[in-house]
């Protein structure tokens, strides 16, 4: 039986009660909204690059804890790393909230707590939103996308 | 092609009206299987019915019995089993004519579901009476499902979707609704109960309002039929859509009730098998109503299974449904709005089934998934009401919607439940 402590852990509540990087970002360069119409969860990223670089990261929007802790946690992760080295943490991230693949902590840091999700199937949109938010900024899509 | 369809021969077949003194909710629990299982370890306390019902055995029981004993294609062979399959077929029309107190069974129409009856209506009454500059009026409590269709429609015809308000009750301004209802209104669409606030509209007086200008109403009863007693002809209404599967019958099937003189004239659905009286390359002439609108081999053990369900719903009683659900709603309101940081959404005078809140600093996601944990089954999202939940200033709620076998227990568990999330996010 899955525990729910192992998804509501503390650093993840800490984050979906005081995000960090809560904020639109006037110097973005990158920016894309992300939505999930099956909860009417909704987010947008902002990422300033320069050269191959995450200069800076931000995000706005609403969503459940394990949204808003993700999209905090993420931006935190994501500072000063390079925009391939961010597509390699969101496969980690998404290997391992989806059950793939356990452990990894040691490239994923704190994200390690997201863990939990696995055993939640319906809730792995939830961890991946800002993610896929970000994927699209950097591509520089233009239209918002979905989880659907 | 010749058809011979005849009626059941036995009048049997028809709703046996047994009068069932009181609701025994204990013995009522024991038809319906699902309510065994275990989940996550805990009982099943299931308050989804709004978006499905659970199966009374009955029901399944008569899908099995179809499959085992009946199964043929209907309305055309000659041999017996496609008898008696048209047959079992036509008893379930009889049973939702009764269901709904229509005047004829001919006005019944067996559909997929409530979204596809009101499809029905708007791509063929629709499509022939609306013109550019026309107007459809909807309510702003409707559901996706009496909004999109007629937005598809107004976009092909050039004409306007008008919205009548409602107040933060989540009850609808009628004096809105004069407003509204001008020569260029074409019909009116409304629901019965609202799913995402439970709001029990008042129908009666909008179709006389709507009536009294020539402007013909449909109903969307997907909330209503499996909660409260209906009665077409009393509404007045002219068309009423509602689906099997939350009335405790299978997926799949669905009814549209529509006054035969409009039915008559509103030009054929989909074309196909049955639906048609005479075909050649030149011209074909169509079947008479309903198999007018049901083309093609339709959802016969579907209609067996609700057949199965409508009888025993009335076995228990509407009223009696109606009033257990009424006792639970009152009880769970009471006890919900007593919980620190809650806001119930939707507070009309008249509610049915339906109770949405939100928590202060937790979103309902979470609050779904913490009470999953216990085995406690509720709704969280925008309930295929976008609007309902801008009008009220959320992106989405939590939705408890409860079932003739709900009790006061399973109320308790919930409201224990909600303490048990404070505790998580404390």
């Known amino acids: ?32 909204e992300g939505y999930n119409p099956l909860c009417g969860d909704h987010f947008t990223v902002y990422v300033q690059t ?12 609403s969503g459940c804890a394990i949204s808003k802790a993700s999209a905090s946690m993420m931006t935190q992760s994501l500072k000063g790393k390079t925009t391939q080295e961010a597509r390699e943490l969101f496969e980690h991230f998404h290997r391992t909230v989806t059950g793939e693949k356990n452990g990894e902590s040691a490239q994923l840091g704190k994200l390690s707590v997201f863990a939990g999700v ?6 792995v949109k939830c961890a991946t939103l800002a993610w896929h938010t970000l994927e699209a900024a950097l591509q520089g899509k233009q239209d918002p996308i979905s989880t659907e | 092609m010749t058809k011979l369809l005849r009626m059941p021969s036995n009048p049997g077949q028809a709703v046996a009206h047994e009068i069932t003194l009181g609701f025994d909710v204990e013995r009522v629990r024991a038809d319906f299987p699902i309510l065994q299982t275990k989940i996550h370890g805990h009982n099943l306390v299931y308050l989804d019915n709004a978006a499905t019902s659970q199966k009374p055995k009955a029901a399944i029981a008569a899908i099995t019995r179809y499959y085992e004993r009946d199964n043929a294609n209907i309305h055309r062979g000659v041999h017996y ?13 009889k049973t939702v004519q009764m269901f709904l107190n229509a005047p004829y069974p001919a006005e019944i129409v067996f559909v ?74 074409k019909i009116v669409a409304v629901s019965h109960v609202s799913n995402a606030l439970g709001t029990v509209n008042a129908i009666t007086d909008i ?40 009335a405790y019958g299978p997926t799949g099937i669905g009814i549209l009730y529509g006054k035969s003189d409009l039915l008559e004239a509103m030009p054929p659905y989909q074309g196909g098998g049955d639906m048609i009286r005479s075909v050649t390359f030149e011209k074909t002439i169509y079947n008479k109503i309903p198999h007018k609108f049901e083309a093609g081999t339709p959802d016969m053990s579907g209609a067996v299974g609700l057949n199965a369900a409508l009888k025993y719903l009335n076995r228990l009683g509407m009223d009696n449904i109606a009033a257990h659900e009424a006792e639970l709603l009152a009880y769970a309101t009471d006890a919900i709005s007593r919980i620190p940081g809650i806001r119930v959404i939707g507070t009309a005078k008249e509610k049915a ?8 600093g937790v979103h309902p996601h979470d609050i779904g998934t913490i009470l999953d944990q216990e085995g406690i089954a509720i709704r969280t999202g ?24 709900n009790t006061k227990q399973e109320i308790d568990a919930l409201v224990r439940g909600i303490h048990n999330i404070r505790k998580v996010f404390a």
């Open chain 1, 118 to 123: 696995a055993e939640f199937p319906t809730r």
């Open chain 2, 207 to 246: 179709v006389q309002r709507s009536h009294a200008k020539n402007i013909p109403v449909l109903i969307d009863g997907a909330q209503a039929a499996p909660r409260l007693t209906v009665d077409v002809q009393k509404l007045g209404c002219d068309f009423y859509a509602f689906s099997g599967h939350k």
């Open chain 2, 382 to 405: 925008h309930h295929c009401a976008q609007p309902v939940m801008e009008r009220f200033g959320v992106d989405a709620t939590a939705r408890v919607s409860l079932g003739l076998y």
């Open chain 2, 81 to 93: 089993l496609s008898e008696r399959a048209t047959a079992e077929f036509e008893a379930a029309r």
């Open chain 1, 50 to 61: 320069s050269g191959d670089a995450i200069h800076d990261i931000s995000f706005q929007g």
């Open chain 1, 1 to 32: 039986m899955p525990d729910l402590r192992e998804l509501y852990q503390e650093l993840i509540l800490e984050h979906s009660k005081s995000p960090r990087n809560y904020r639109r970002l006037a110097q973005a360069n990158r920016k894309a």
């Open chain 2, 353 to 360: 089934g339906v109770l949405s809140f939100v928590m202060e």
């Open chain 2, 112 to 185: 997929r579901g409530a979204t596809e009856a009101i499809n029905l209506v708007a791509q063929t009454y629709g499509r022939a009476t609306v013109s550019a500059g026309d107007e459809v009026v909807i309510t702003a409590l409707e559901h996706h499902s009496n909004i999109v269709p007629w937005q598809m429609l107004c976009e092909e015809k050039g004409a306007m979707l008008r919205i009548v308000p409602i107040n933060d009750d989540g009850d609808l301004i009628l004096e809105e609704l004069d407003r509204l209802l001008g020569p260029r209104t």
